[in-house]
């Protein structure tokens, strides 16, 4: 069992007021907030560990970049990789996204060529294609949601062809909720000799990962959303594809050498790690994901289903209530529209309450269209949340409902 109120000790945002009235933060699945110990570490980083990293002979230099490389195990044994080596620290999600589109796209695609996203995917997971498929012609094809908020899987089975190439989706949908059957997606395009990334940005708060279990080519996901530090990521490449793919961007730490003549590039994870990294991001990074381990996944899983089993029932007596994401796996994102008031509105409204809700089409632009609708109310939940906030969240809710 969680102690919640211990652990909200730790948050100390969550003491803060918000016009007058306690915070009550439900927009977890943008950005959640951050324990004193992830801050600690970076104060403590800039103000006793600070020497760019690598090749630096003097101590501090080493102890910095001792620092960051631990950050690194200790991020691929979160997710269970093989080797630290599989471990690309990008600036979040979007980037490792990019990296992989732009170096995969480079190295394996050829006109005629398709891949595989769906319809619940964020921005990130659709534009950085389109962007790459223009570039040589390729073809995106999409698995569409069911009412439910379900990938259907029947259509993914006939959207592969002999030129499909590689399949990108989401573990969990950050409108839905939904967490996908990424057994079935990955069996599925291995069946067809097929690749696959799995954008991990909302599930890996949520639950554990082992890509090696999953075997799963490529996985991404970002700090901030994860009790870290905001502008680190991780990109997660089997190490025989990480060999394959030529590097994303040029600069210092990515080569071996460099003349005029001929560049040699670095070896893995170098090669893909351009320039100066985040080194005081990486270890509150490291941090954070400590942070949430002995807290353990399990428990948090279990406790976010709770506040999310509780919040559905609750809304769900509201006179003209639509929830979006009905999957029966689902993670603690509640995504509603009540009657006719207009989702930013209501999200207004709350913010007068100290309740700080995400409204609009949580950039997942096509998916909205799909619901025909522009965006939601969307309230997602961390372990540091309570049933008592969503009564007032209820009550709240009920408020401006009256209003309307
Ligand atoms: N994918 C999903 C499913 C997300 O929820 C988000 C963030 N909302 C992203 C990708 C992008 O993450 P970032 O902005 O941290 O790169």
């Given at each position: 069992m969680l102690d919640i109120q211990s652990i909200r000790e730790?948050?100390?945002?969550?003491q803060n007021q918000v016009h007058g009235k306690p915070l009550i933060y439900f927009d977890n699945a943008a950005t959640t907030q951050k324990p004193r110990s992830v801050v600690e570490r970076i104060e403590n980083g800039y103000y006793n560990v600070n020497a760019n990293i690598h090749r630096g002979v003097h101590f501090l230099s080493q102890a910095a970049t001792e620092a960051h490389e631990e950050a690194r195990k200790i991020v691929q044994r979160f997710i269970h990789a093989r080797s630290s080596n599989e471990i690309i620290f990008t600036r979040g999600t979007t980037e490792a996204i990019n990296l992989v589109a732009s170096s995969f796209t480079d190295e394996c695609l050829c006109e005629g060529d398709e891949i595989i996203i769906s319809e619940m995917e964020h921005h990130s997971n659709i534009v950085p294609w389109q962007i790459q498929a223009a570039r040589k012609g390729v073809t995106i094809k999409v698995i569409p949601v069911t009412e439910t908020g379900e990938l259907c899987l029947e259509s993914y089975r006939n959207l592969f062809s002999e030129k499909t190439r590689l399949v990108s989706v989401t573990h969990m949908s950050n409108v839905l909720g939904t967490v996908n059957p990424v057994r079935e997606l990955i069996d599925m395009a291995h069946a067809h000799d097929v690749p696959v990334l799995l954008d991990g940005a909302q599930a890996v708060p949520h639950m554990q990962v082992d890509v090696q279990e999953l075997d799963v080519e490529f996985y991404v996901f970002s700090a901030h959303k994860i009790y870290g530090p905001t502008g680190i990521g991780v990109l997660y490449g089997k190490e025989e594809w990480l060999d394959r793919l030529p590097p994303y961007q040029g600069g210092g730490e990515m080569i071996a050498t460099v003349s005029f003549e001929k560049t040699t590039f670095n070896e893995l994870?170098?090669?893909?790690e351009a320039g100066t990294p985040d080194y005081i991001g990486s270890t509150a990074f490291a941090e954070a994901i400590q942070y949430v381990e002995r807290l353990g996944l399990d428990q948090i899983a279990a406790y976010e289903h709770e506040l999310l089993t509780y919040a559905t029932e609750r809304i769900s007596?509201?006179?003209?209530v639509r929830i979006f994401g009905q999957a029966p796996q689902k993670g603690a994102v509640l995504s509603f529209l009540i009657g006719d008031i207009h989702h930013y509105d209501m999200g207004m409204l709350l913010d007068r309450l100290g309740i700080a809700v995400r409204t609009g089409h949580h950039c997942a632009q096509p998916l909205m269209k799909e619901l025909g609708i522009e965006g939601t109310v969307r309230a997602s939940f961390s372990f540091y949340n309570t049933k008592e906030e969503i009564d007032h969240f209820i009550e709240g809710l009920d408020r401006v409902v009256k209003m309307f």
């Open positions: 730790d948050f100390p945002i969550l994870p170098f090669k893909f007596t509201f006179d003209g």
